[in-house]
């Protein structure tokens, strides 16, 4: 992963706020995971367009005063790897 | 006394019992002609606000055939506005690209295209080139509209020797996902179960044709298998316990705990139309009945696996044992597993060709009636 890449959800998952569990959950067949804070806010931002510098970035504008790149490119690899998000093609 | 449960997750709602197919191994419950009407469109579209107010995100059509129901392009777009995650569970009669372009329109999520044989047309199952060319149709509907390819084929002893045919017919059909799941014993296929259980060598046989063909595809299609309970020593957790994630509704509006509780004596379930989920979900009598481990007996109360299995299926208890707060015989701790193994010895024998009665009951209106009339509601093992 670089600073370019740009991130998209999986095909077949959808990120939506849930009212009854008060958090961002990853809605999939049969199944659901629900986010921490974190994970939602860095999710929210995941949108097939953005490269990870922008999320960062936009991130660090919304929470001022953290450094948050390293909390983000884990977060991405980890979603990554659960297969929730892939590298968008081209 | 309102419960401490946590909401349902998973709302299962059968439209209807209206199908075109017919097969014996139907779960849908015997005497459905005995029952009142559909719920109408209006009523689908309060419970499933209802639901979703609960905290329910997944929401499954199903049936009979859902397909039958002409608002269902209605009831697919007001799920995705509640924020359900919404699959289409089908046989795939019906399907066409009007609808399906529809339900892609209105945010279905999900389709699942059972393949059914119904063993009147098991031929026409495997070979015909007419139910064939329908298959390929809604597989290519499918894939053009951007939905996973999930198949489903119950297996049972009058097809199970074909798996390898099966599996080659999902390739071809480019299927991504491949549930080859053995018929559950209630329903129709409890009336017909010893015509449907396969004996323990061709489950074997079957198991081993599906590894090698999974080693041959990879990736490519994820091939799931899973075998009858009956041939387990532990019980499945049945819904992961009784009113702990799921929600079924039938087509004349009642709530159930699973799909086949509907069958239980002593137990009113309510009806969405004279109660509102919320109530249905914490407050009835019925979803109470077998939540927690309160109501178990012996051994499943002092067992330390029953946080596990919470003591299998109530369904599975009073059909073969009369009492629905049994543990479940598929149990080896049962004192009722003989129940199991003898229905296993029985099929063993049906293999090795020593000859049964074959009739078999087709899932139909005229046998429903009759079974209605009846009104068996004692067990039948
Ligand atoms: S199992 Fe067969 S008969 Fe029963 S509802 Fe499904 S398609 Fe219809
Ligand atoms: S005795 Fe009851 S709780 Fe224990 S394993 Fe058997 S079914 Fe489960």
Known sequence: MSE??????????????????????????????KLGTSAGEILKRVDGA????????DLERAFPGADLRRDV?????????????????? | MSSQANPPLWLLAELTYRCPLHCVYCSNPVDYTAYGEELATEEWV?????????????????????????????LVAEARTLGYYSNLITSGIGLNERRIAAFKEGGLDHIQVSFQDSTREMNDFLSSTRTFDLKRRIAKLVKQYDYPMVLNVVLH???????????ELAAELEAEYVELANTQYYGWAFLNRDLLLPSQEQLERAEEVTNRFRERVGNRMKIYF???????????ACMNGWGSVFLNLTADGLALPCHEARM???????????????WIWHDSPAFNRYRGDEWMKEPCRSCPEKAKDYGGCRCQAYLLTGDAALADPVCDKSPHHALITRAVERARQAGAGVETK???????????????????KAPIA
């Open chain 1, 4 to 33: 370019d890449s740009v991130f998209e959800l999986a095909r077949h998952y959808r990120f939506q706020w849930e009212q009854a569990q008060q958090a961002y959950v990853l809605l999939y067949p049969e199944g659901m995971v």
């Open chain 2, 157 to 167: 002893r009058l097809n199970i020797d074909h798996v390898g045919q099966i599996l």
């Open chain 2, 46 to 74: 309060r419970v499933l606000r209802e639901g979703r107010q609960l905290g329910a995100t997944q929401l499954g059509f199903s049936g009979g055939e859902p397909l039958v129901r002409d608002d269902l392009e209605v």
């Open chain 2, 226 to 236: 899973v075998v009858p309970d009956y041939y387990e020593n532990r019980p499945k």
């Open chain 2, 358 to 376: 074959p009739v078999l009951f087709y899932r139909d209106d005229e046998n429903s009636r009759r079974l209605s009339r009846k009104s068996e």
């Open chain 1, 73 to 90: 490119t884990e977060f991405l690899a980890h979603a990554s790897v659960k297969g929730w998000i892939r590298v968008k093609p081209g």
């Open chain 2, 264 to 278: 239980l004596p002593g137990l009113e379930f309510p009806s969405v139309r004279e109660h509102d989920l919320r």
């Open chain 1, 50 to 57: 953005s490269p990870v510098s922008a999320i960062v970035a």
